[in-house]
T-cell receptor
């Protein structure tokens, strides 16, 4: 079964600095998708960034970028120029390919336990 | 795009009571997911619909849980004979077909006394 591990329960960063959140996963699939979701306190979860496993180029979205190491099964999130609004729980998530007929799921996400990011002014 | 909505946002109930939650997905999304999130954990998949068909259920979804999506639009999640261990945030998400982003609702926080 696929698993997602986030080894940093909490992280802290100074405003305007850079922070990297770690995520490792385990899968026997070669084609899959990885996501970072942000969950601010008492607010709904929103997608930060996604990465398709077949793409070698690391995804970037403004101040957010990933370091995707497929062989190492590692998917870290880098937040540059951290802002107070970045404070939240960050969840790494995995989605496998195909449906039940292919031995996979229809697309439900498998989440890590999350990393709580604090941003200091 | 009005986003995914869930109702109620909070529910307090006594052990043994039945509760029902509603999720309204983004209108053009044909996929709808239910997740459960307990304190300090990431969301865990419960069940998934494509249109009105329930295509997948997690082993976490015991016989006391039932979900419906009768017309392929809104969905309900019912928990019968609630237990204290059912206390959690219940999240709904929707997406288009394919490896698309799942849009999450604000969740329903259930407290079982």
């Amino acid at each position: 079964a696929q698993t997602v591990t986030q080894s940093q329960p909490e992280m802290s960063v100074q405003e305007a600095e850079t922070v990297t959140l770690s995520c490792t996963y385990d899968t026997s699939e070669s084609d899959y998708y990885l996501f970072w979701y942000k969950q601010p306190p008492s607010r709904q979860m929103i997608l930060v960034i996604r990465q398709e496993a077949y793409k070698q180029q690391n995804a970037t979205e403004n101040r957010f970028s990933v370091n995707f190491q497929k062989a190492a099964k590692s998917f870290s999130l880098k937040i540059s120029d951290s802002q107070l609004g970045d404070a939240a729980m960050y969840f790494c998530a995995y989605k496998g390919p195909g449906g039940p007929a292919l031995g996979g799921s229809q697309g439900n996400l498998i989440f890590g336990k999350g990393t709580k990011l604090s941003v200091k002014p | 795009d009005t986003g995914v909505s869930q109702d109620p946002r909070h529910k307090i109930t006594k052990r043994g009571q039945n509760v029902t939650f509603r999720c309204d997905p983004i209108s053009e999304h044909n996929r709808l997911y239910w997740y459960r999130q307990t304190l300090g954990q990431g969301p865990e998949f419960l069940t998934y619909f494509q249109n009105e068909a329930q295509l997948e259920k997690s082993r976490l979804l015991s016989d006391r849980f039932s979900a419906e999506r009768p017309k392929g639009s809104f969905s309900t999640l019912e928990i019968q004979r609630t237990e204290q261990g059912d206390s959690a945030m219940y999240l709904c998400a929707s997406s288009r077909t394919g490896p698309r982003e799942q849009f999450f609702g604000p969740g329903t926080r259930l407290t079982v006394l």
